[in-house]
């Protein structure tokens, strides 16, 4: 167990610690020093971790990145679960400089979540498809600019009018595919083809505010939702947000629950719980029940963030639950109860 000493207040104000045991730990970030003291188990003091403020995080990461490449399975699982609660361009930056040196393998802990491009990772992602390790190169989710919020519609539609104006040039050739054609080569090309054609959807097709979207569209979109490639997956997704309703993106959303990459599943089991979107309950809570410990965690975690709405989804689940499995959907209910109180 952690020392007496080593409190979350401590971590998370380790400049107060720095005052009262000046010159202790060699120079060292005095939270490192309190989490690696003799007697610490790796797992124990991750979890201690995972509680702190995102902030207060940054300065444990080469830390945690450490016990997440040499530790046992459990000290890896747990890690990699503390390292997610970093804002995902923070923990980029980080990784950065032994990304460039050549640690590619370090990728793994941004697969499935959207992080702004910089050349950096662009780099990487080229390096990997040249290696030709392409389901890797796939699973990096960069895009350009500031990520979309909620309540940004009108940021969207000013984007993308100027996404458009290019492609009013007259001098434009007169032979680009038609809008089928489009469709069909999203269907059969190349993945880096489908993404190319997507992203051209978003820039053309985009919907005003409060029109019902294109039946073609969302059945290429829901296609392409299961693709054998997990960055057109991703791409997919993303492309919904800014061609569909909240309710339309929400619902294709929910074909990820089921998707073979733990990743992907844990990035669409936050976003529904962000979105609060309710019909979503049933599947998220069939995910307390996933054989990774990182997908129940991001379905718990949503769960808890519905409150009272999960409720009754997860009573009635828990009432046909074998017994030895009944636990994994009352705690879930216990901590609900314990955070309206």
Avoid: C
């Amino acid at each position: 167990m952690l020392p007496a000493t080593a409190t979350l207040d401590l971590l998370a104000h380790p400049e107060d610690h720095a005052a009262a045991h000046p010159g202790e730990g060699g120079g060292r970030h005095p939270a490192v020093v309190e989490l690696t003291a003799r007697g610490v188990l790796p797992e124990r003091a991750l979890r201690w971790a995972a509680r702190l403020p995102e902030d207060d995080l940054l300065p444990l990461v080469p830390l945690i990145v450490g016990w997440w490449e040499h530790g046992s399975p459990t000290v890896h699982e747990v890690a990699r679960t503390t390292l997610h609660h970093v804002p995902a361009d923070a923990l980029a930056h980080l990784l950065a400089p032994r990304v460039e040196a050549g640690d590619l393998g370090l990728l793994d802990l941004l697969a499935g979540v959207e992080l702004l491009r910089t050349p950096a990772l662009t780099r990487a992602e080229r390096r990997l498809r040249t290696e030709g390790r392409d389901d890797r190169a796939d699973a990096l989710v960069l895009v350009d600019g500031p990520l979309r919020t909620p309540g940004a519609e009108h940021e969207d539609a000013a984007a993308l009018d100027a996404l458009r104006t290019p492609f009013r040039n007259p001098a434009a050739p007169v032979d680009r595919p038609s809008p089928a054609e489009l469709l069909d080569l999203a269907r059969a090309g190349t993945p880096e083809r489908a993404r190319q054609v997507l992203t051209r959807l978003v820039e053309e097709r985009a919907p005003a505010s409060g029109a019902a979207p294109e039946p073609e569209l969302r059945t290429l979109v829901e296609e392409l939702l299961r693709h054998p490639r997990a960055g057109v997956r991703l791409h997919a997704h993303r492309a919904s947000r800014a061609l569909f309703d909240r309710d339309t993106h929400a619902r294709l959303t929910t074909l990820l629950l089921s998707d073979p990459s733990q990743d992907v599943v844990r990035m669409a089991a936050r976003t529904l719980g962000r979105a609060g979107w309710e019909p979503a309950l049933p599947d998220l809570v069939r995910l307390l029940d996933h054989a990774k410990p990182v997908v129940r965690k991001a379905a718990r975690d949503a769960l808890v963030g519905f409150g009272g709405a999960a409720v009754p989804v997860l009573r009635r689940t828990a009432a046909h639950a074998r017994p030895d499995r009944r636990p994994l959907y009352t705690d879930v209910l216990a901590e609900i109860s314990g955070a309206e109180v």
